[in-house]
């Protein structure tokens, strides 16, 4: 099994800032990707941002520019640091990591997801 641990979360103030922090730990190959989602009461999961195993980004639109992935290899660990919050950027965030690891089948990617961690942004 692949554990995920979140932590960072938050109220902060719109303009502010918070970074979030995911570590993967438990039996695996290789990590592909790591990435953030969100999800506001009523909308659906999103992506946010998504750092691949070669080190290319990804990120939504709507965070551009404001919010930068990175990632500590060695510790297996995202971070997202988010710069100049707004009170639409407010829900559970949610860490996920595409592992590749021995499965029934044989060698195969799987995904795992973070129990989420709370951002609130005030206006």
């Known amino acids: 099994q692949v554990q995920l641990v979140e932590s960072g979360g938050g109220l902060v103030q719109a303009g502010g800032t918070l970074r979030l922090s995911c570590a993967a730990s438990g039996s695996f190959v290789s990590i592909n990707a790591m990435g953030w989602y969100r999800q506001a009461p009523g909308n659906q999961r999103e992506l946010v941002a998504i750092?691949?195993?070669?080190?290319?980004?990804g990120y939504a639109g709507s965070v551009k520019g404001r919010f930068t992935i990175s990632r500590d290899s060695a510790k297996n660990t995202v971070y997202l640091q988010m710069n100049s919050l707004k009170p639409e950027d407010t829900a559970v965030y949610y860490c996920?990591?595409?592992?590749?690891?021995?499965?029934?089948?044989?060698?195969?990617?799987?995904?795992?997801w973070g129990q989420g961690t709370q951002v609130t942004v005030s206006s």
């Open positions: 750092i691949r195993s070669g080190g290319s980004t």
């Open positions: 996920k990591t595409e592992a590749t690891k021995w499965g029934p089948a044989g060698l195969g990617s799987f995904d795992y």
